[in-house]
């Protein structure tokens, strides 16, 4: 078993949650740690713009399943839990005959009305814990303290999905693209995972003919670029979210970025509770305060417990530096 390590490490695949992590330590620093080990494969996407772990459970869940079995050949998990965002269960009976055979596996849905942060590793404990929904304090990490406070190797299902490649020596350095937008080809493609934004956009024929921008990594915490920009590789959990440049409503955007967070923040530290709903309200007030709008973002981004509440001024100071410089100044 140690061979899977080994040939993990080799191909150095790389978690796809978004941190980046090496996969091959995130299992022996799992196996390193004493106690009941469990596994939970993280299929609970919720972001809009993001839509991989669907495809990828609706086209290759056999696989997902299959490096299950490898992580609990090398680990002897106690149970095994498959997350899912409760939007897949029309998936539930495909996936129950295929774990028919090994009884640890359970899937676990992410409640309605969890929202977001019900994804967030921490914050997905408490469900699996029947605790109150919130993102948890780190360190120690679930690697060392999880699920129960026992080891616990959390991963994306995408990972799970290139683990299973790399098990059979098929892994070929792709990854997930999420493209939509203002597109005529948005959906979910296989691409090399090196490439640029550019590269991605033309290979699926997305690439506007009009003058455009994106926003990369999730349409409520991506990183908004411009139209030279897009050179750079897509970060992240691979989306890319097309907008039209003249057509798009600067402050229509701000307030979709702010309301997903107000809806999403779980409430538990003030920079994010009150922080976004304040925002919230200078959008919509007739005179905007830019200097203390931005004072806010400032707090969120140092400040916030968890996360969700450092993300949003990603996109936000994004589009204002990128795109519209000038929108601050008015
Ligand atoms: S930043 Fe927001 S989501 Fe995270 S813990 Fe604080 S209130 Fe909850």
């Known amino acids: 078993m140690e061979d899977i390590i080994s040939k993990i490490k080799e191909a150095e695949l790389v978690g796809r949650g978004g941190a980046g992590f090496p996969v091959y330590k995130k299992w022996e620093l799992v196996k390193s740690f004493s106690g009941d080990k469990y596994i939970i494969a993280n299929?609970?996407?919720?972001e809009p713009g993001v839509r991989k772990d669907e495809y990828i459970l609706k086209n290759h869940s056999q696989e997902?399943?299959?490096a299950l079995e490898l992580a609990d050949k090398y680990l002897q998990a106690k149970e095994i839990f498959l997350y899912l965002n409760h939007k897949f269960k029309y998936l539930e009976r495909k996936l129950k005959?295929?774990?028919?055979?090994?009884?640890k596996i359970k899937i676990?849905?992410?409640?309605?009305?969890?929202?977001y942060i019900a994804g967030e590793e921490s914050a997905l404990l408490s469900i699996l814990e029947n605790r109150h929904l919130e993102a948890g304090l780190r360190p120690p990490f679930p690697v060392e303290s999880g699920y129960n406070s026992s080891p616990t190797l959390v991963n994306n299902v995408e990972t799970l999905y290139n683990v299973s490649l790399v098990a059979k020596d098929q892994y070929q350095n792709d990854r997930f693209y999420t493209i939509s937008g203002a597109c005529f080809n948005p959906g979910v493609y296989k691409l090399?995972?090196?490439?640029?934004?550019?590269?991605?956009?033309?290979?699926?024929?997305n690439l506007p003919a009009f003058d455009f921008f994106v926003q990369v990594g999730g349409d409520a915490s991506g990183e908004v670029l411009n139209q030279k920009q897009i050179n750079h590789e897509v970060s992240g959990c691979g989306a890319v979210t097309i907008y039209?440049?003249?057509?798009?409503?600067p402050i229509e955007l701000l307030k979709?970025?702010?309301?997903?967070y107000v809806d999403n923040s779980c409430g538990k530290c003030t920079p994010c509770r009150e922080g976004t709903y304040r925002l919230q309200q200078m959008l919509s007030a007739k005179k905007m305060n830019?200097?203390?709008f931005l004072e806010i973002l400032d707090n969120l981004s140092y400040s916030s417990f968890c996360a969700l509440g450092s993300s949003l001024p990603i996109p936000i100071k994004s589009y204002l530096k990128n795109i519209n410089p000038d929108l601050s100044l008015t």
């Open 244 to 249: 039209n440049l003249k057509k798009h409503e």
């Open 43 to 46: 299929g609970a996407e919720g």
């Open 256 to 260: 979709f970025w702010v309301s997903f």
């Open 108 to 115: 676990i849905y992410k409640p309605k009305n969890a929202g």
């Open 64 to 66: 997902v399943i299959s």
């Open 192 to 205: 090399k995972e090196d490439f640029s934004i550019k590269q991605v956009l033309e290979l699926t024929k």
């Open 97 to 103: 005959k295929q774990i028919r055979g090994n009884k």
């Open 290 to 292: 830019w200097d203390h």
